[in-house]
């Protein structure tokens, strides 16, 4: 599989892509009319940053209970409910009056949900781009980021819009018809596909994988490359509200394009013996303009060095590029399920410690602070993986 043309012309590619779209803007949307919500009702930017990215802290809890589903359940019927549920969870948050103990209580469930969809959708990705060659998942997954960057500047933009027009709360509403979109979608478009492994979903089983995966020293430096150097970004991200209540939709959509630009450069301009060597740098320049956070730039300042540091975004395809070459295709759901959980789980929390910090100092502080931990892991990663580099790619561990 040669170009994003090929990738159109492969059967069943173009919905899920479309289905993954409008669950894209639908949460991009809500979770900005959520902080929004939060932040206008009780002022605190730790509130307001757990709300909108507190769901990602459940998903240590469904990757640990439920990730053998993405490979032992039909991948349409799953994404289809997943997607349902989230309407229906997006809807509840809309009621007035909702105590915020339960739009925790939702927020935490929605996480529970996210756990199992995204190991059901990239598995399926991965396994209808199968017969493209080594190339056809990162070029696939290539565009679906591009596509999420585009979705999230979108979904930003309407969010903030329908926000400042009417409110929150008819945001969510709007969100959770987009989230049933989706679902219709996922249900008309793909195929009804059998699970890509065998036997019932359970905990032991998930536990089992999980293990199988974990133990392999190659792959588990993979997964906290994956994890974490984002992960404390996304901490950083989460104080957009806070440091510049008028202008947040503005910083993410900034984000969301730097994110489109390192995927087009990774996926698609860089020869593969040069993308290999890319992690350690575009990691490294994730972390690194937040560092000048610390002297309070001006709105249109930072919206710069949002957009240069989300470049560094592209990043994680070519961790997940070498994730695959190092797991078997019937783990191929759950491992990049696993990546996808744990990411949102570092994400959540990272949200939460930022909130906190910036309780206690200021947004801007925080940022730093967060920037500063990013930079610190890529570096102390990049060492403990300096001898696996200088290795052959090694075979897959049974």
């Not at 339960?102 to 949900?113: C, D, E, S, T």
């Not at 926000?163 to 793909?190: F, I, M």
């Not at 390192?262 to 040069?274: C, K, S």
Request: aromatic content about 6%; charged content about 10%.
């Amino acid at each position: 599989m040669r170009s994003y043309r090929d990738l159109f012309r492969t059967p069943e590619f173009t919905p899920l892509f479309l289905s993954a779209a409008a669950q894209t803007v639908a949460q991009t949307a809500s979770g900005l009319a959520l902080g929004t919500l939060v932040y206008r009702s009780t002022g605190s930017p730790l509130l307001s940053a757990v709300s909108m990215f507190g769901s990602s802290l459940a998903q240590v809890l469904g990757a640990t209970l439920f990730l053998s589903g993405a490979d032992r359940l039909p991948p349409r019927a799953a994404l289809t409910g997943v997607s349902l549920a989230f309407a229906a969870l997006t809807a509840a948050l809309a009621l007035p009056g909702l105590p915020l103990t339960a739009v925790l209580a939702v927020v935490l469930v929605q996480g529970l949900v996210a756990s199992l969809g995204g190991g059901v959708r990239w598995g399926l990705l991965n396994e209808i781009l199968a017969t493209g060659g080594a190339d056809g998942y990162l070029l696939g997954r290539s565009v679906f980021n591009m596509m999420s960057g585009l979705m999230q500047i979108t979904g930003y933009a309407t969010g903030g819009a329908l926000v400042a027009a009417l409110s929150p709360r008819v945001s969510l509403l709007l969100a959770a018809a987009l989230y049933a979109t989706a679902a219709a979608v996922a249900r008309l478009g793909l195929t009804g596909r059998a699970p890509r492994s065998s036997g019932r979903p359970s905990v032991a089983a998930t536990w089992h994988a999980n293990a199988r995966l974990w133990r392999d020293r190659p792959r588990r430096l993979t997964y906290l490359g994956l994890w974490l150097p984002n992960g404390l970004v996304v901490g950083c991200e989460s104080l957009y509200v806070s440091y510049a209540p008028g202008a947040a939709g503005t910083l993410f959509a900034c984000a969301a394009l730097g994110m489109l630009a390192g995927d087009v450069t990774v996926g698609r301009l860089l020869p593969p013996a040069v993308r290999r060597r890319t992690a350690t740098p575009l990691l490294t320049l994730l972390a690194a303009p937040y560092l000048v956070f610390a002297l309070h730039p001006p709105v249109p300042v930072a919206a710069c060095l949002v957009t240069l540091a989300s470049a560094g975004f592209g990043a994680s395809l070519v961790q997940q590029e070498r994730l695959m070459r190092l797991t078997p295709p019937e783990l191929s759901g759950h491992a990049l399920g696993l990546h996808s959980a744990g990411m949102l789980t570092t994400q959540g929390v990272s949200a939460a410690l930022a909130g906190t910090a910036a309780q206690f100092a200021s947004p801007a502080a925080a940022m730093t602070a967060m920037a500063a931990a990013s930079a610190a892991v890529t570096l102390l990663l990049a060492v403990a993986g300096a001898s696996e580099r200088r290795r052959p790619e090694p075979a897959l561990q049974p």
